[in-house]
T-cell receptor, first 115, second 112 residues
């Protein structure tokens, strides 16, 4: 398994500002992802964070709104830019581990409220 | 459009009863994952089903996968209050990419 931490755990932000969320893993991993979970909803994949190259975004998500960095195999950041109340969600990072467990492990999440 | 649907969406059941949660997906995948989420918490991996006919059991929960029917089930035996949580299934499409599409979720409440 993997131990994943995220900072901040929660934040309240004003409309029009930006917030950067950090994700740290306790071991080197190839696959790292960012998800959004809107209140009371399921999870939606935002993008795959690729080490050393640009992130791969899913339909409906763009780099200008959700820039992602992945400087090494244990760390990634997601920025939510020019926020609006519709961005209020929980943002989770996850890592994929191949091998016997062959599943994704999720961080504790960042609860974002935009006023 | 790729869809992963669960039913029921909400489930309230008495302790000691049995019930099944269903997860249907709309395209080919031979891998399916079940997660549990407690209120205000992150996701906990429950089961990893990697082939047709796979069956996994842990305590009062048993999961199975039928890739031909594009169906997975999560069976609860003799429910207890501690099982109250939201349960999600997920498939990775294309298979093996780890790009998960999550189901709608089933919010389970077990009444004492």
């Amino acid at each position: 398994s993997a131990v994943i931490s995220q900072k901040p755990s929660r934040d309240i932000c004003q409309r029009g500002t930006s917030l950067t969320i950090q994700c740290q893993v306790d071991s080197q991993v190839t696959m790292m992802f960012w998800y959004r979970q809107q209140p009371g909803q399921s999870l939606t994949l935002i993008a795959t964070a690729n080490q050393g190259s640009e992130a791969t975004y899913e339909s409906g998500f763009v780099i200008d709104k959700f820039p992602i960095s992945r400087p090494n195999l244990t760390f990634s950041t997601l920025t939510v830019s020019n926020m609006s109340p519709e961005d209020s969600s929980i943002y989770l990072c996850s890592v994929g581990l191949a091998g016997p467990t062959d599943t994704q492990y999720f961080g504790p999440g960042t609860r974002l409220t935009v006023l | 459009e790729l869809k992963v649907e669960q039913n029921p969406l909400f489930l309230s059941m008495q302790e000691g009863k049995n019930y099944t949660i269903y997860c249907n997906y709309s395209t080919t995948s031979d891998r399916l994952y079940w997660y549990r989420q407690d209120p205000g918490k992150s996701l906990e991996s429950l089961f990893v089903l990697l082939s047709n006919g796979a069956v996994k059991q842990e305590g009062r929960l048993m999961a199975s996968l039928d890739t031909k029917a594009r169906l997975s089930t999560l069976h609860i035996t003799a429910a207890v209050h501690d099982l109250s949580a939201t349960y999600f299934c997920a498939v990775d499409i294309p298979s093996g990419t780890y790009k998960y599409i999550f189901g709608t979720g089933t919010r389970l409440k077990v009444l004492a």
